[in-house]
């Protein structure tokens, strides 16, 4: 199994910055991915930043030109790059991971980080 540990979450200016990180522990063999995922109160997750293991990367359209994700050398930990942040960025953040297992591509979550965009 996997276990992910997210950090950085917390009160943040309009316009300020923000920086997530989420740490992979366990199997982390035959990773394939890492992202961030955010859902706001009352509202659907939706993916906020991927990244694969060749670098390819993916942004959701709403953080399109504020947000930067990136891996270390191991790649066992994703960071999430956030600027000119917006009330509408407030959401609870989730890393997941996703890990080929033979034939089989399976998805792991971490618990949530909160991040909150208020004056």
């Known amino acids: 199994q996997v276990q992910l540990a997210e950090s950085g979450g917390g009160l943040v200016q309009p316009g300020g910055s923000l920086r997530l990180t989420c740490v992979a522990s366990?199997?982390?063999?035959?990773?394939?991915?890492m992202a961030w995922y955010r859902q706001p109160p009352g509202k659907q997750r939706e993916l906020v930043a991927s990244v694969l293991n060749s670098g390819i990367t993916n942004y959701g359209d709403s953080v399109k030109g504020r947000c930067t994700i990136s891996r270390d050398n191991p790649k066992t930990t994703v960071n999430l790059q956030m600027s000119s942040l917006k009330p509408e960025d407030t959401a609870v953040y989730y890393c997941n991971v996703v890990r080929m297992v033979g034939w089989q591509l399976s998805d792991y979550w971490g618990q949530g980080t909160q991040v909150t965009v208020s004056p």
């Open positions: 366990g199997n982390i063999n035959s990773i394939r991915s």
